[in-house]
């Protein structure tokens, strides 16, 4: 039974609600940086899910669904932490208007100096960091706000830059300043809580984002179709597994054909080292953020 901590927890939500007046939806997060509120089907898993239909996010009208619970509505945020009084901290979600959030994650773990790797990249790609919301870890680590244009989808990964640097993009969220863990307390760093996330540099945005699909690569509009999307896949090392498949199934869904390249997407990840339930989660992401772009076809 999760221990409950009244003045964090009021901590926590008056933090949140502030966030939300700024245009970034929020969820209620634990001590230890996971989702407060546990998904309402855990009970009941399907033990043969249809890889065609997407897991829920909410739209059975329960609480529990992760980021997909985030909201910038007060009433909705204050339900959710009523919901969870053992919560302590809050989460911002990324990629959602109108900000489209863009966290780049600099950790201190396992002796990795994440700082100077990204100071190498940006002297290596000709860009700057501008003057941006920056938010301080218990362990020293640094989280880095940035906004993104609304029509590309940033995935999350984890030292894919380099060693130390993860993203948090869509599907992902950030833990908010004011939040207190079980390692400590997060805080904005001095000199960026008054401001505003800045827009991400272009040139680091090229590097945070899969290439994109040459056009006259495409598969024809033939039984062929999408096989160029499912070799991509199948191409993914360790530790770009998530990633390739999350873009392979964002370019099928605004081409018209997720739902048909589904099966052969998610056998594709299964052969590469992902779980069909890993793959399926994550082609359900992509089909969401894909439908919540303007100009985007819809199934």
């Known amino acids: 039974m ?4 009244r003045q964090a927890t009021t901590v926590a939500l008056a933090h949140a609600l502030s966030a939300a007046e700024r245009g970034l939806a929020v969820i209620p997060l ?3 940086k996971l989702p407060a509120l546990r998904s309402p ?3 009941d898993p399907d033990p043969d899910p249809d890889p065609t239909i997407p897991p829920c996010h909410g739209e059975c009208g329960r609480f529990g669904h992760g980021v997909y619970d985030a ?20 989460g911002i979600a990324c990629g959602l208007e109108p900000h489209h959030l863009i966290g780049i994650d600099l950790d201190t773990k396992a002796g990795t ?3 100077t790797a990204l100071r190498e990249l940006a002297l290596r790609h000709l860009f700057t960091i501008p003057d941006t919301v920056v938010v301080v870890t218990p362990s020293g680590g640094r989280h880095i706000w940035l906004t993104g244009p609304p029509d590309v989808v940033v995935p999350n990964s984890a030292s894919r830059l380099a060693p130390g640097i993860d993203i948090r993009g869509a599907g992902g969220y950030l833990v908010g300043p004011g939040s207190r863990t079980e390692h400590g307390v997060y805080g904005t760093a001095p ?8 827009p991400c540099p272009g040139e680091l945005l090229r590097l945070l984002t899969p290439p994109p699909r040459t056009r006259h690569r495409a598969p024809p509009a033939t039984g062929h179709q999408g096989e160029g999307l499912v070799q991509f896949v199948l191409a993914a090392h360790a530790g770009q597994r998530n990633t390739r498949l999350f ?3 964002c370019r099928a869904y605004e081409n018209g054909i997720g739902p048909d390249l589904t099966p052969a997407l998610v056998e594709a990840a299964v052969r590469t080292g992902l779980t069909a339930r890993e793959a399926r989660s994550t082609i359900a992401s992509a089909s969401r953020m894909s439908f919540r ?7």
Request: hydrophobic share 35%; no cysteine; glycine share 6%.
């Open 2 to 5: 999760a221990t409950i901590d």
């Open 30 to 32: 634990s001590r230890t």
């Open 41 to 43: 089907h855990r009970a």
């Open 71 to 90: 909201s910038t509505d007060p009433r909705r945020i204050r339900a959710l932490f009523a919901a969870a009084p053992w919560s302590t901290g809050y």
């Open 113 to 115: 100096d994440s700082s």
């Open 191 to 198: 000199g960026t809580a008054h401001l505003a996330p800045a």
């Open 247 to 249: 873009w392979a199934a």
């Open 293 to 299: 772009q303007p100009g985007l076809p819809r199934n």
